[in-house]
């Protein structure tokens, strides 16, 4: 009996919890998993929310189970099963139904995929989804990217089971095709030069201040009710507080230093390359975290080269740590720029017209990288939309004015003490490039002509030149 409003494919954590979610806010859900196991299991973890729920052992049966026209989410594992799964629909689905990919797709999956199934009458949606297990089940950010037209149909169902920031939900149709999936890969891209930045002013302060995981839990949780204010600094603070049961150490030193990484982050710096916008910061953060994997190559380095010796530095605690919080603001704007100007970059070169104002505004509640600077971001591109860089509008400017001091003296503290600070260096040396109005590409442009004729611009003559290399 076809009863159910809204499908979803794929049982595991995040489709669980936005099966879950939908159910919540008075959707009848249609539920299939490749194993009949997990949906069983699904079943009896769903509560009270049961009745909401139709469970399906076949791909036909859950088909049969929507009323038409039917939106089917899928939220499998990016790559080849989005694909399967697209394929193994198509046959059972009929004109007007919706395929919804809403898992971390690479964009221009997203974008072949949205020009293969034009070729059908069913409609394609691209949606990113960010929030974690916690934000699928309460309120994601939503990101949708395909026609404009197919958003209507499914902007009730998403704006309900979206978080809220002060009542506005935090979905919205941001472009065509792959829009929505490159937004959350720069989304993601950001969350990495976060959370770098949150671990190197973590690795200051255990290992140049020699802090304990629950005095530097602290400083965390102080920051967290100023500038700071985010969803990343205030679990950054449960995490340095937890206990670990079976050795009653802080859990925090138990864990293998070697971070794992899905493709989103690389995807945005691979993107940002591409399209020629620097994006240090995401950089920075893919690095650090391929070194951090390295693990046995870092510990034999260890052994062969030593840790750095300290040549100086500051040794007041408390100045130090002031200035590692507004180091991490100033380090936050940095990536921020930069993920701003990558889509910036992307809509012109996609045609998506990407509305940045309306990507800070759902940024806002729901996904990983909600905080407060987030509702900053969205009040400097409402005033404007147009914008080349974050860090030129009045309020990031004067916020950019206060702490460049403070960034420059932890960056510097922690070269002269060895303190690992890829993404913050980054910041400050991105900053004081992109400041300078005199750079020094005048002697790239020369080199360039020297060896290959590339030639160059002067300063007071229009036209291209070469210089007198023959003669030096
Ligand atoms: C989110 C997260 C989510 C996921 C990342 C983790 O917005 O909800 O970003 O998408 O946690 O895929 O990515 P890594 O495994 O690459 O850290």
Not at 162 to 172: L, V
Not at 359 to 384: M, N, P, V
Request: proline residues 5%; negative net charge.
């Amino acid at each position: 009996m076809a009863n159910a409003e809204i499908g979803v494919i794929g049982l595991a954590v995040m489709g669980a919890n936005l099966a879950l979610n939908i159910a919540d806010n008075g959707y009848k859900v249609a539920v299939f998993n490749r194993t009949y196991a997990r949906t069983e299991e699904f079943m009896k973890s769903a509560g009270e929310l049961v009745g909401q729920l139709i469970p399906c052992k076949t791909l036909e049966e859950f088909i049969a189970a929507i009323r038409p026209p039917r939106p089917v989410i899928i939220m499998v594992k990016a790559g080849e099963p989005v694909d399967m799964q697209i394929q193994a629909l198509k046959p059972l689905m009929t004109d007007d139904d919706i395929i919804i990919d809403a898992g971390n797709a690479n964009f221009r999956d997203t974008l072949r995929r949205g020009e293969e199934m034009s070729q059908t009458a069913l409609t394609f949606i691209g949606m990113g989804v960010s929030g974690g297990e916690e934000g699928a089940r309460r309120g994601p950010s939503i990101m949708v990217g395909g026609k404009q037209a197919s958003y209507p149909r499914v902007q009730k169902v998403l704006e309900a089971i979206s978080a809220k920031y002060n009542g506005e939900p935090c979905a919205a149709w941001l472009g065509e095709n792959g829009a929505g999936h490159f937004v959350k890969t720069i989304h993601n891209g950001i969350e990495y030069a976060d959370m770098q930045m949150i671990a190197e002013v973590y690795g200051i302060m255990r290992d140049r201040l020699a802090m304990p995981a629950a005095e530097i839990s602290d400083v965390f949780a102080k920051w967290n009710e100023g500038p700071l204010e985010s969803y990343l600094i205030e679990i950054t603070a449960k995490v340095l507080k937890a206990i670990d049961p079976k050795t009653d150490r802080p859990m925090i030193e138990l864990i293998l230093d070697a971070a794992g990484q899905k493709g989103t982050g690389r995807w945005s710096a691979i993107e940002a390359l591409q399209m020629g916008v620097p994006a240090t910061g995401i950089e920075a953060a893919v690095a650090a975290r391929s070194l951090s994997a390295a693990k046995d190559e870092r510990l034999h380095a260890e052994k062969v080269l030593g840790l750095p010796q300290s040549i100086g530095g500051a040794d007041d605690k408390d100045a130090v740590i002031a200035d590692l919080e507004m180091a991490l603001l100033a380090g936050k704007i940095a990536a921020y720029a930069q993920g701003f100007a990558v889509m910036s970059a992307a809509s012109k070169e996609f045609s998506w017209g990407l509305p940045m104002p309306t990507i800070a505004k759902i940024w806002r509640a729901g996904c990983i990288i909600q905080s407060r600077f987030l509702d900053e971001i969205s009040t400097a591109f409402s005033k404007e939309p147009d914008v080349a860089n974050l860090a030129v509008t009045p309020s990031f400017s004067k916020m950019l004015q206060d702490c460049d001091a403070p960034l420059r003296r932890v960056v510097s503290d922690a070269v002269l003490n060895g303190s690992p600070a890829v993404a913050l260096a980054s910041a400050i040396s991105y900053f004081d490039t992109y400041r300078r109005g005199q750079g020094t590409a005048n002697l790239i442009q020369a080199q360039r002509d020297f060896f290959g004729a590339h030639g160059f611009k002067r300063v007071d003559e229009e036209g291209d030149h070469h210089g007198p290399w023959g003669s030096s």
